[in-house]
């Protein structure tokens, strides 16, 4: 097999300690192999790094083992080449001998090019991907609250949820503090509905006849403590994420131009694939690293499952969240391809169609540098009008008319 890489090292890392194996080139041309145990701490990922670069190391590879890949990452990536690689990818090679150690097979495998890298994004994509991952997790929380709060009202006969949409909105939090005082009456609490809401007080006086008991009230004012801590803390790390997205300002006005797409939901986009586009040679590469793609298994001209494999997690639920976002507005063409999907094939299909669209649209933006313009809802429509005409008059034979059609001629050009 062709040696690719002449000054390899492989580590196999663990908690508290890195097992490093070097395979070395030497001058004449006979291969050193050495292993050596060092800790983890940042003393001793500086000794690892000193004592690759002894030995002439150029490329360092890794698995990505669960967090503890990054402080040794920190600490290589401005001396060597270094190779996250995944797991799953090297069990999969064939002829691991079972008394050889991981680090030995991450090294040899290293030296035949037999590994693939991960995707490590920049230093500052890095720290902006930190920020809008912890703010998600955040935000995750509220929404966990916020389940606990309607069981709780559950649990004291309370209805207001099958009432209002929001519980936690301007009406609905009114009415959980009186609700907590447990001085107002059902009618009164009703009465501090707020804008359209007012038009279901009557429904409201209803919902809100229960049996509140004391303990109710104090976990009531705990959760909502609670949820109003992670408010301040969620505000906050969206100041800082507005700090650290300025190099990235460019690319998120242009995506904020997508009908849908708030500008959330734009700064995690940017955060997880970059500006760099170069980094995915296509915009379908780029929907398949982010698990938003049909599978591709075919076998003897068989197709079997076309379902998307794994991704990044953190991108497809933005995408995802983004989908039915878009799938609501109204006379745009990510609308237009929702409604055209979701009867034949699903909600969850064409969401997951739709949060492609928005992926590949987000690529080429971003390459092309430029705002993004809307096809339209009836883009469909003009495409194929033929059979768009053809499906409303079989539906209107359906439901039992005669159906003749007759051309319109477009008044002609002054």
């Not at 309607?150 to 301007?170: C, F, P, R, W, Y």
Request: glycine residues 8%.
């Amino acid at each position: 097999m062709r040696t690719v890489y002449k000054n390899v090292a492989g580590l196999d890392v663990h908690k508290k300690i890195i097992v490093a194996a070097i395979i070395v080139q030497q001058a004449d041309g006979t291969w050193l192999e050495t292993k050596r145990n060092f800790g983890t701490m940042t003393v001793d990922l500086l000794e690892l790094s000193d004592w690759l670069t002894a030995f002439g190391i150029t490329h360092v590879a890794m698995e990505s083992t669960g967090e503890y890949w990054k402080p040794i990452f920190n600490i290589l990536e401005n001396n060597f080449e270094v190779f996250v690689v995944n797991a799953q990818h090297i069990s999969k090679v064939p002829g691991r001998k079972t008394d050889q150690s991981d680090a030995e097979w991450i090294a040899e495998l290293m030296q035949f090019g037999l590994l693939k890298a991960s995707f490590i994004p920049p230093l500052g994509q890095r720290e902006l991907r930190d920020l809008t991952r912890y703010r998600s997790s955040f935000v995750r929380e509220r929404s966990t609250l916020t389940n606990r709060i309607q069981k709780v009202l559950e649990g004291a006969n309370i209805k207001l949820a099958s009432v209002a949409t929001d519980v936690m909105g301007v009406s609905g939090r009114a009415m959980l503090e009186a609700i907590i005082q447990g001085e107002a009456s059902p009618e009164q609490m009703a009465e501090l509905a707020k804008g359209r809401m007012r038009e279901k007080r009557e429904q409201l006086a209803k919902a809100l006849e229960g049996r509140v008991k004391d303990h109710h009230r104090f976990v009531l004012t705990e959760l909502l403590c609670q949820i109003d801590s992670l408010d301040e803390t969620i505000e906050r790390f969206g100041q800082k994420i507005e700090e650290y997205c300025r190099p990235f300002e460019t690319a998120v006005q242009l995506l904020d131009t997508i009908p849908g797409v708030g500008r959330e939901m734009v700064e995690i986009i940017v955060a997880e694939i970059g500006t760099d586009m170069s980094r995915f040679p296509t915009a379908d590469y780029l929907a398949a690293w982010a698990g938003v793609a049909p599978g591709n298994n075919e076998s003897a001209g068989k197709r079997r499952s076309g379902k998307t494999r794994k991704g990044n997690k953190a991108l497809g639920v933005a995408l995802n969240q983004a989908a039915h976002a878009t799938a609501h507005t109204k006379k745009t063409y990510l609308s237009a391809q929702y409604r055209r999907l979701v009867g034949r094939r699903g909600a969850k299909r064409a969401a997951v169609a739709v949060a492609h669209s928005i992926l590949v649209i987000a690529y080429h933006l971003i390459k092309r540098n430029e705002p993004y313009r809307d096809l339209g809802g009836d883009y469909f429509d003009k495409r194929r009008p033929e059979a768009s005409t053809k499906l409303l008059v079989k539906r209107l034979e359906h439901l039992g008319f005669q159906v003749s059609l007759q051309q319109i001629q477009a008044p002609l050009a002054v």
